[in-house]
């Protein structure tokens, strides 16, 4: 009984009202429900549509009465809550993928670049930490040292259509140029690092150009009018208003991963809404918040992602530092 009664909710106003009032006490634990909800209401719509479309076939049936109308309505109502209660088409668990992107394996990294309005991204599905530390585990370690790299022994690695083969590779070939980039912004490589990190997903989610090759985009900076070189067009999940938008926009495109870098830091430092970020650059946390306020991502929980990828990069550091040390 009590089963009929919760996956009746979309059928009666009092359980809309139950339903509202569970998820201004705990939003996450009712999204489930409100998903299901939702999945029953489009299932349901589903099906009268294809009554809809029998009804000429009706009219010289002999079942066909107000009677008859009336049970299958009550049918279709309850197999429409049976249908979304079991997930038969997954929409509900899309859905809550959607929005709980801090939990779900797919996130959308939503960026906004340059001084254009909010109306297009790039698909950005980022791996989530625990599939990257399952990723690390699983990979060997990296040929070169990240010691060799911070005392300048080892030069960058040149692009790979096949991007990284580890997230050692990605910070041995990026750390060089990221010195150079912290040191001219007065912020620290590692958070740079952890920055390209997330917005590439390692290296293995960079944007590429309509021939396959890399775009060597690092921080996902958007062509604007200012642009003048090449660009590469992708589409994206943008946040409008919490709620994230499948968009479409062009995006930089770089000679190498150098120019990348160079360019990530004119942009920040010309750009008269990021001075404030800059004045707190020697604080990474404070400077990837004030990047996040002042519109540099659409995703609310932006800078909180850097910060989590940010110690993972520390770890990885100094755990390679720890391992030449005799």
Same mark, same amino acid.
């Given at each position: ?12 106003? %009092? /359980? ?55 049970? #299958? ?16 088409? /997954? ?76 997230? #050692? ?19 620290? &490589? ?38 003048? %070189? ?11 208003? /919490? ?27 010309? /750009? ?12 990474? #946390? ?8 002042? %519109? ?26 720890? #391992?030449?040390? &005799?």
């Amino acid at each position: 009984m009590d089963k009929l009664s919760n996956s009746s909710h979309f059928l009666d106003i %009092g /359980g809309l009202d139950s339903l509202r009032a569970k998820a201004q006490k705990d939003d996450q634990a009712a999204l489930k429900e409100v998903a299901q909800q939702f999945e029953g209401i489009f299932v349901q719509m589903l099906m009268k549509s294809m009554r809809d479309a029998n009804a000429v076939f009706e009219s010289d049936s002999p079942m066909n009465s107000q009677y008859t109308k009336f049970y #299958e309505q009550m049918h279709d109502q309850q197999m429409s809550v049976n249908l979304s209660d079991k997930g038969m088409l /997954g929409l509900a668990d899309l859905m809550v993928q959607q929005l709980s992107p801090e939990t779900s394996a797919m996130t959308p990294a939503s960026v906004l670049r340059g001084n254009i309005p909010n109306t297009s991204g790039v698909n950005m599905m980022s791996p989530s930490l625990d599939q990257l530390t399952m990723a690390k585990r699983a990979e060997p370690r990296a040929n070169h040292v990240i010691d060799d790299v911070v005392s300048g022994k080892v030069l960058p690695s040149q692009a790979s259509n096949k991007g990284f083969e580890s997230r #050692e590779a990605f910070i041995t070939a990026l750390y060089p140029h990221a010195q150079e980039a912290a040191k001219a912004i007065g912020t620290t &490589p590692e958070v740079l690092i952890a920055q390209s990190a997330l917005e590439t997903g390692w290296g293995q989610k960079m944007i590429r150009r309509a021939d396959g090759e890399p775009s060597n985009n690092l921080f996902n900076i958007k062509a604007d009018r200012r642009w003048q %070189g090449d660009k590469a067009g992708v589409s994206t999940l943008e946040f409008e208003q /919490g709620v994230a938008v499948k968009q479409r926009a062009d995006f930089r495109v770089y000679e190498d991963f150098k120019q990348s870098f160079d360019d990530f830091v004119s942009f920040i430092k010309e /750009g008269p809404r990021y001075q404030e970020a800059v004045k707190q650059a020697a604080n990474p #946390e404070r400077f990837i918040k004030g990047l996040q306020d002042a %519109g540099y991502a659409t995703d609310p929980k932006y800078a909180d992602k850097v910060m989590k990828v940010l110690q993972s990069v520390t770890k990885d550091i100094k755990a390679a530092v720890s #391992e030449v040390t &005799p």
